[in-house]
């Protein structure tokens, strides 16, 4: 088994970045590492963290964290199921020290029922996950019941207090996750599956600061991108069309939603009200493959020893095309507090140069160290998400004392479209990370915070000759294009479409 560990291990730490904080990448975080191109039931895609919009939910914050990248809504017979076998996570620092402070862990189980049907005298299992149409929570035609718990940690993920939260009707501490949207006819119409799926956001406990929601399912996959372009280096007009210039690439794709809405009071410390967020998940560290499985689901390997982290998003666009290769599988096994390590990618990026190889008009910002970079996406922005005490490590911030933004108020640029509770100060569905992120990697922190340096970020307009330019993908979303009330992301495209 020692040997097993230290294979599994050196598997799971080979190789590759802090990438892209900053840079348009394969689906913000999809696919973005070697070793997750192998495990995509843990390959973590996008972190969403927001003072909720909906109407009479100020007082909240959401946080969405999405797996199971680049879902085909017919993807069964088994779908698109969480791993039962992982750990994952969504880390909050609330004081700034790049260090968790509260930690939601989730663990899956899936259960047969091993539904069998009569052939010729026999009774025969059942090829399918469901056997007739579906309705209701855990219905006798679903043939694999799924379901999740969750435990709030205070204090360091694997050796601070625990509590097992509980639904507030009826104190169970076992969820059911809905099936993925298998079709129209299996969930009896096109709004079947949303009616299905609401059964499943449950009202959750959370002690003294109050109560909140979760909701864990299949969603729609809301990052949108021009993905094929810009890995085809970058084959679009990035001077274009800000909406409708290319097509969304994962306009066809569906995702893994863990969906958490909580009291801001729960997620504070003290008068600090900026908080850091990312997700996270771990797989054990020895696995062996069983040879002789039986009868019985997800029972082909045995898992066991400590829990090895393999996936981590905060900041959308990291991990992707920025940091070198050799260095991606690292930083999805490693922890902000150790973030110092990756920091040339940030002061000294490659991007803002490949830019400027293919449009020469676009000329790459000359102020090196590259330190606007490490405020706006390792501290946060002075006054609008920094910290008071913070040190600089990757994850998403928000300022839990910005007022929301209504929904049909929303600027998908955020912060830089005047619009103070979006990106960088957290991040919303609808927000256009892309353009934001490419403006910035090309300078247009240095041009908006003037001569004077009103911004804080230690460069000037004469830093970024292309920092005024209006950068994109061509690709745009709205708040509209997004369910307006919890879970927020939309429903999922079904398998018979």
């Given at each position: 088994?020692n040997n ?6 050196a ?6 970045v ?9 689906a ?9 191109t ?18 009479e ?8 964290a999405?797996?199971?990248p ?32 509260v ?9 047969s ?5 009569p052939?010729g005298?026999?009774q025969v299992?059942?090829?399918l996950i ?6 209701g929570v ?6 694999v ?11 360091d993920?694997r050796g601070g ?6 639904a507030?009707t ?17 969930f ?17 406990a959370?002690g003294?600061?109050?109560?909140g929601?979760?909701?864990v399912g ?8 021009a993905?094929?372009?810009i ?5 679009l007009?990035p001077?274009?069309?800000?909406v ?27 008068s600090?009200t ?7 998940a771990?797989?054990?560290q ?6 002789f499985?039986?009868?019985g ?5 045995k898992?066991g020893g400590?829990?090895?982290?393999v996936?981590?998003v ?22 902000p507090k150790?973030d110092a390590?990756?920091?040339?990618y ?9 830019v ?16 606007d970079?490490?405020t706006?996406f390792l501290?946060g922005?002075p006054?609008v998400?920094?910290?008071?005490n913070?040190v ?10 910005t007022p929301p ?11 830089a479209g005047?619009?103070?509770?979006g ?9 256009d990370?892309?353009?934001?992120s490419?403006r ?5 922190l ?6 004077g340096?009103a ?9 970024a000759?292309a920092g005024?330019?209006?950068l ?17 992301l939309?429903?999922p ?5």
């Amino acid at each position: 088994m020692n040997n097993l560990k230290r294979n599994c291990l050196a598997a799971m730490v080979s190789g590759l970045v802090l990438g892209g904080v900053f840079a348009p990448a394969q689906a913000s975080s999809h696919r973005e590492a070697p070793f997750l191109t192998n495990a995509p039931k843990v390959d973590g895609t996008d972190f969403y963290m927001f003072r909720s919009y909906a109407p009479e939910r100020a007082g909240y914050v959401t946080m969405i964290a999405n797996f199971i990248p680049f879902q085909d809504p017919q993807g069964g017979p088994n779908f698109y199921q969480f791993d039962q076998n992982a750990l994952y996570e969504i880390h909050i620092d609330n004081n700034g020290d790049a260090k968790e402070d509260v930690t939601l862990q989730f663990r899956f189980k899936n259960t047969s029922k091993r539904t069998a049907l009569p052939i010729g005298g026999k009774q025969v299992l059942i090829p399918l996950i469901n056997s007739s149409t579906i309705s209701g929570v855990n219905p006798a035609s679903l043939n694999v019941r799924e379901t999740y718990t969750i435990d709030m940690v205070k204090g360091d993920r694997r050796g601070g207090s625990r509590t097992r939260l509980a639904a507030v009707t009826g104190g169970a501490t076992e969820f059911d996750k809905p099936v993925d949207n298998i079709g129209d006819k299996t969930f009896g119409s096109a709004t079947g599956y949303e009616t299905y799926a609401n059964l499943h956001t449950y009202d959750i406990a959370i002690g003294a600061c109050g109560t909140g929601r979760v909701f864990v399912g299949q969603r729609k996959e809301p990052f949108y991108i021009a993905v094929g372009k810009i890995f085809d280096l970058f084959n679009l007009n990035p001077l274009g069309a800000e909406v409708g210039g290319n097509k969304n690439d994962l306009e066809g794709k569906n995702v893994s939603s863990i969906a958490v809405e909580m009291p801001i009071a729960c997620l504070t410390s003290g008068s600090e009200t900026v908080i850091g967020g990312y997700a996270t998940a771990s797989m054990r560290q020895g696995r062996l493959l069983n040879p002789f499985p039986g009868s019985g689901i997800n029972n082909a390997v045995k898992e066991g020893g400590g829990w090895s982290q393999v996936s981590r998003v905060g900041m959308p666009l990291v991990n992707e095309v920025i940091i070198g290769l050799e260095d991606k599988d690292r930083f999805n096994t490693s922890k902000p507090k150790n973030d110092a390590q990756f920091i040339d990618y940030v002061t000294n990026p490659v991007l803002p140069a490949v830019v400027q190889t293919l449009f020469p008009s676009a000329r790459a910002p000359t102020n090196f160290p590259r330190t606007d970079l490490v405020t706006v996406f390792l501290k946060g922005l002075p006054g609008v998400n920094q910290p008071a005490n913070v040190v600089a490590s990757e994850m998403l911030r928000l300022n839990t004392a910005t007022p929301p933004t209504a929904a049909a108020l929303q600027n998908v640029l955020g912060v830089a479209g005047g619009d103070k509770a979006g990106f960088p100060n957290g991040r919303r569905p609808a927000d256009d990370v892309v353009d934001v992120s490419l403006r910035v990697a090309m300078g247009a922190l240095c041009v908006l915070t003037g001569t004077g340096d009103a911004l804080k970020v230690g460069c000037k307009p004469a830093d970024a000759p292309a920092g005024g330019l209006v950068l994109t993908d061509g690709v745009r979303k709205s708040a509209a294009d997004f369910k307006p009330v919890f879970p927020y992301l939309n429903t999922p495209l079904p398998g018979n479409n």
